[in-house]
C-alpha cells in the first residue's frame, strides 16, 4: 500500500463547477499536511497548508481528519486556470511523502 | 531573490556515464532534498540534507550520491548512469518551522 494515496483522475469539469480531491495517508505519525499544486512540465508550488480544524483560501478550502487519516480539497467555482495536477502531502520528520497527484482540467 | 536554482534543465545521457546534478538555494534554508519524479509514482525521495554537514539516504537512493557542500548547495551525482534513473529530478529547500518545500525548476534526464 502507498504512504500516501490519491484518485489521479483525470477530472474533467465545466468553469464554475465545484470539485473536491481525496487523499489517504497510512502513516499515523504524520505531523503536518499539504496541498501541491504542479502545472505540466513544472515545479510543484504549496497549494496551502491542511489544518485540523480546516482551512480556506478563497475558493480553496483543505480539511484533516486524523482519525480517518484522510485529507481533502474543495475548489468552487472552477477557472480555466485551476487546470493542474494536485499533490497531496504528508510531513513525518525531515521526510515529506507526495501522492502521485490528481490531475484536473477545466473547461470552457 | 532566485530562491531555488537548478542545472542544468535538461540532460542526455549515454548508460554508464556520470554527471552531477547542482542545486542551490539563497533563503539560507538548513534543509534541502533531491527527489525524483516518474509518471504514476509522485515524487520521492533520493537523499535529503538536514543541516549543512549531514546528509541521509531517503526512499530511493541506490545509484545516487550526494555532497553537502556549504549551507546554499547540495548536489546530486550519478556515478554510472543506467536507464532507470531516466525522470525528472527536483530539488527542495526546506526553513526552520516553514511550512513546506520551495522546489527548483527541476531537470529532465534521459539516459539512453
Known amino acids: 500500500r502507498k504512504e500516501v494515496e490519491q484518485d489521479p483522475g483525470p477530472f474533467n469539469v465545466p468553469e464554475g463547477a465545484t470539485v473536491a480531491f481525496n487523499c489517504t495517508y497510512s502513516?499515523?505519525?504524520?505531523?503536518?499536511f499539504f496541498w501541491y499544486r504542479q502545472d505540466c512540465r513544472k515545479e510543484p508550488k504549496l497549494l496551502m497548508s491542511?489544518?485540523?480544524s480546516g482551512n480556506e483560501d478563497g475558493r480553496f478550502t483543505a480539511q484533516l481528519n486524523r482519525a480517518s487519516q484522510y485529507i481533502s480539497l474543495l475548489i468552487r467555482d472552477s477557472k480555466l486556470s485551476d487546470s493542474a495536477t494536485y499533490l497531496c502531502v504528508v510531513n513525518i520528520g525531515n521526510d515529506m511523502r507526495f501522492g502521485a497527484g490528481t490531475r484536473l482540467t477545466v473547461k470552457p | 531573490n532566485a530562491g531555488v536554482t537548478q542545472t542544468p534543465k535538461f540532460q542526455v545521457l549515454k548508460t554508464g556515464q556520470s554527471m552531477t546534478l547542482q542545486c542551490a538555494q539563497d533563503m539560507n534554508h538548513n534543509s534541502m532534498y533531491w527527489y525524483r519524479q516518474d509518471p504514476g509514482m509522485g515524487l520521492r525521495l533520493i537523499y535529503y540534507?538536514?543541516?549543512?554537514?549531514?546528509?541521509d539516504k531517503g526512499e530511493v537512493p541506490n545509484g545516487y550520491n550526494v555532497s553537502r557542500l556549504n549551507k546554499r548547495e547540495f548536489s546530486l551525482r550519478l556515478e554510472s548512469a543506467a536507464p532507470s534513473q531516466t525522470s525528472v529530478y527536483f530539488c527542495?529547500?526546506?526553513?526552520?518551522?516553514?511550512?513546506?518545500?520551495?522546489f527548483g525548476s527541476g531537470t529532465r534526464l534521459t539516459v539512453v
Open positions: 527542495a529547500s526546506r526553513g526552520q518551522g516553514a511550512h513546506g518545500y520551495t
Open positions: 540534507s538536514a543541516s549543512e554537514g549531514t546528509t
Open positions: 491542511v489544518y485540523s
Open positions: 502513516n499515523s505519525a504524520s505531523q503536518s
